[in-house]
């Protein structure tokens, strides 16, 4: 039995965490927004990242800039109707949005959140610590493993879980500072 097995069980924690709040919106505008609004074109419906290119000129805004000029009121009206948190504005050739800061009470609430995710995936380690120290003990119980191999894989075992709260605990740091920043 090998701890390093369970070392890629427990980066899919972290990189369910990270989609899981990449959807936090903080007040930055961010292409993931509005990149899987479905928009009605050419007579079928298609997520708008497959009609348009995006670019974020400034921290609040989204220019989306369609491939074909015909469907961009179709952009135009998919957007309002996504409520993706701005007013999108035609322009000539691309339709423009601008994020509005979320409210001071707006960013408690989304700290709530990231904060009950990040519970969420502790509780997910903890429970493939104790899995694992099970297994562990069993194979040790069974004579596969002596006792020292047992401690040294419980060793190993502490050392993988610290290192992924570490990089939850990061993660979670970085993403209530981009919450609570003005």
Known sequence: MDVSNEEQKLHSV????EAEINNLRTGRAHISMVENVVVEAYGAKTPLR???????????TIVIKPWDKIILPAIEQALLGANVGGAPIAEKDQVRMVIPAPTEERRTELVKVLKRYAEEARISVRQHRDALWKRIQNTARDGEISEDQKFQQKEKMEKLIEKIN??????????????TEV
């Open 14 to 17: 972290v990189a369910r965490f």
């Open 166 to 179: 570490n990089k939850l605990a990061d993660i979670s740091a970085k993403k209530e500072k981009e919450i």
């Open 50 to 60: 497959n009609v348009a290119s995006f670019a974020t000129p400034d921290a609040r």
